[in-house]
């Protein structure tokens, strides 16, 4: 959705995984803070290699 209508895809090396599930485990109360980490991590490079392959790591 985000890559479709956006052009935007989240850049998932750039967010620690511990921030992460803290922020998973909150959302069900309180969605701000995972909205901020998230949108933090936002990169319009969605055909960048280099962004997929770091992804992946």
């Known amino acids: 959705m ?3 209508n956006l052009k935007l895809c989240v850049a998932w090396s750039e967010i620690n995984k511990k921030d992460y599930l ?3 485990e909150k959302s069900v109360s309180n969605p701000a803070q ?3 980490l998230l949108k933090s991590a936002l ?3 969605i ?3 280099e962004v997929f392959m770091k992804d992946q790591l």
């Open 2 to 4: 985000l890559k479709k």
């Open 22 to 24: 803290s922020a998973m």
């Open 34 to 36: 995972i909205k901020v």
């Open 43 to 45: 990169t319009d490079k």
């Open 47 to 49: 055909n960048d290699r």
